[in-house]
């Protein structure tokens, strides 16, 4: 077990340390340089500066040494704590995160609070009878609504609840700092996405538990049909969708820019997206450095809790 | 003794049709037309352009009856081509249909089932006053065009390094799994946004971001399958007579697992099209002035924040969502008569 983490561990440095460098190397370019310059000091001042100034303005940014260079020491940073500065916002790079994964995880939390109740009452009750009405119109509907994709689902909430009922503000920009109301249609529209997924998942495990000999035995023994769905089926039908929800972390965190973006939500993936059209070079390294470590980390938490739930696995 | 011979009914020009080599010309006739056509623009005389298009309109009929035919035991599947064919019947017919131009800016903010200018509007206008109805029909074209291909893309690209790596394994199957899962650990977006940020927004562009972002999950899952056939006898078989690994690959594992990865084909066309639109509205994807849905939903989005001019936005919204949704039906319905089988 702890020989499969610290594996899992050194491939997570292994693949930072790649992608940070693949990263310097691709916003190396002279292109990205000049973005950031223009987006700086103007168009005027720009094409007013001679190669010499540029070149000056470069060293005073640290623009000018080779990339090996700038990811040497931005790695000798990381380990210091030093995350680097922002170009575009002009701040440091670590608060300017720790900021937006606050607002993500806000998100994130409301969304598993609604869907994960939803989705897996409706996959139990589905998996419990196979073919029952309810499964049948639960599944139809679960594919319906993971097929709608995230920003058409965006836009159907926002048409209906905000600018034809007017109940919900159309924008969740929070300018007047925060307001419950303005998350509401994010958190909405993720769960309408989302859940499907999960409740199908959710139901095809059920489904398979409820075929299996110990059920049956268990039916047949005479026990109440409702504490052998409560005490035998569900502790086991309900370890593949545990893992499922945790993988769902790592999707809220970065897989969400469309919904950020369109409800102008200040999340982690909005800032990764500006950053990355900015050239923003060390607010995309420190994005990509927290998706990765949560990525790993979630698959990590799910091998353990999988394996923590599922005594078989355990003992074998 | 008169021993009568009853000869079986000729089969209907439908039935000889369902061969898989009748099926593929027929594939090919209706899709090399369509993305010569989108991919060709700037390159192709614009008179000619049109004819080219011809021969697939009658192919995607005959597909459309063959799949309703072949596949009626599953409501599901036949709904879900029903949605992918009739759009893809669209993007065939758009330059044939008295449309107006897409580009064409008529009267700005009419809105659906409205006349202005004396001009019948069925859906509407957008803010630049470009018929609605005509952006949407022709907005599928790139959408299908460069959903389908860069998927075509990352099968190619992800069948070659799983059989590579499933049936020749060693250091090959160490190497190609460690990179796959470097591209699979970093997040889908990041990887798309940092792609295409780099590479600068296009269609092509699209399909080698795509390729980077899917190919490693097709690797696992064609790499698993060939683990599992190669210990099969035939292979040994083959094995013995002294055939060469590529020709095994090829001949022998190849066919046998198309199979399972058509029913994954048909899921990821899905996703595929899901990222052409989210990336076409960030602004990494395909540019204006051409009609697309993303871009719709990108243009609409800054001006279109009202009750009276939210069609704007729903129109492409429910567009892209149908051809989704016929996507992932297909693929219920497939996976559901397979299961059967």
Not at chain 1, 163 to 189: E, H, R, Y
């Amino acid at each position: 077990m702890f020989k499969l983490i610290g594996r899992r561990l050194i491939q997570m440095l292994l693949i930072i340390l790649v992608a940070s460098l693949i990263l310097f190397v691709i916003f190396d370019t002279d292109d990205f340089k000049k973005r950031i310059a223009l987006a700086e000091l103007g168009n005027f001042g720009l094409s007013s500066m001679t190669e010499e100034s540029y070149q000056d303005w470069l060293a005073e940014k640290g623009l000018d040494i080779a990339f090996h260079q700038r990811f040497l020491k931005w790695s000798g940073d990381v380990l210091t704590g030093d995350l680097g500065h922002s170009f575009e916002k002009d701040t440091a790079v670590g608060p300017l995160v720790l900021d937006r994964l606050k607002n993500t995880g806000l998100l994130a939390l409301f969304v598993f609070a609604l869907m994960i109740p939803i989705s897996l009452t409706l996959g139990v009750l589905g998996g419990m009878r196979e073919g029952s009405g309810l499964d049948r119109s639960l599944t139809f509907f679960s594919v319906f609504t993971t097929s709608i994709p995230e920003i058409a689902t965006a836009i159907i909430l926002t048409v209906v609840l905000a600018l034809g009922l007017g109940w919900l503000p159309a924008k969740s920009a929070m300018i007047n700092g925060f307001d419950f109301k303005q998350l509401i249609l994010p958190v909405l529209t993720l769960v309408v996405y989302d859940f499907g997924y999960v409740a199908r998942m959710t139901r095809a495990s059920m489904a398979e538990v409820m075929t299996s000999q110990y059920i049956r035995t268990a039916v047949l023994k005479g026990l109440p049909y409702r504490r052998v769905i409560m005490k035998h089926a569900l502790r086991n039908a309900l370890i593949a969708p545990f893992t499922v929800i945790v993988l769902q972390l790592n999707w809220l965190l970065s897989g969400v820019v469309v919904v950020e973006v369109f409800f102008e939500y200040k999340g982690f993936g909005k800032l990764l997206l500006e950053a990355a059209l900015f050239g923003d070079i060390y607010v995309v390294q420190a994005c990509t450095l927290v998706a990765v470590i949560v990525a790993v980390l979630s698959q990590i938490i799910s091998d353990i809790g999988y394996t923590f739930l599922n005594p078989r696995i355990r003992f074998a | 003794m008169a021993v009568t011979t009853i000869t079986p009914p000729a089969p209907s020009l439908l039935e000889r049709m369902k061969t898989p080599r009748n099926i593929g010309i027929l594939g090919a006739l209706a899709w090399l037309p369509l993305m010569t056509y989108v991919m060709g623009t700037g390159l192709i005389d614009e008179s000619a352009r049109n004819i080219i298009l011809l021969p697939a309109i009658p192919a995607v009929a005959i597909l459309y009856a063959i799949a309703v035919t072949s596949w009626k035991e599953s409501w599901i599947a036949v709904l879900g081509v029903s949605l992918v064919l009739f759009w893809f019947f669209m993007a065939v017919t758009a330059p044939f249909l008295p449309l107006a131009d897409p580009n064409a800016p008529i009267a700005p903010f009419a809105t659906p089932f409205s006349e202005k200018k004396d001009i019948f509007f069925w859906l509407g206008t957008d803010f630049k006053g470009r018929d609605m109805l005509s952006r949407v029909i022709w907005g599928c074209q790139r959408v299908l065009v460069w959903g389908v291909t860069a998927t075509f893309v990352a099968y190619v690209i992800g069948t070659i390094f799983g059989l590579i790596a499933g049936y020749l394994s060693g250091w090959w199957d160490e190497f190609i799994s460690f990179f796959g899962n470097v591209l699979l650990s970093f997040p889908v977006m990041v990887l798309f946004i940092v792609i295409l940020n780099y590479l600068g927004p296009s269609g092509f562009n699209i399909v080698i971001a795509v390729t980077f972002a899917s190919a490693p999950a097709i690797m696992r899952i064609v790499r698993g399958l060939a683990l599992d056939i190669k210990t099969r006898d035939y292979v040994f078989a083959a094995q013995t007579r002294g055939e060469s690994a590529l020709w095994i690959m090829v001949i022998e594992l190849l066919p046998n697992v198309r199979g399972p990865i058509i029913v994954d084909a048909c899921l990821r066309l899905g996703y595929t099209t899901v990222a052409i639109t989210t990336l076409t509205f960030l602004g990494l994807g395909l540019q204006p002035p051409d009609a697309d849905w993303g871009l719709m939903i990108r243009e609409a989005a800054k001006v279109a924040m009202l009750w009276k001019f939210a069609y704007m936005l729903l129109i492409p919204a429910l567009a892209v969502s149908s051809l989704i949704l016929g996507f992932n039906l297909m693929a219920d319905g497939l996976r559901e008569m397979s299961l059967r089988d």
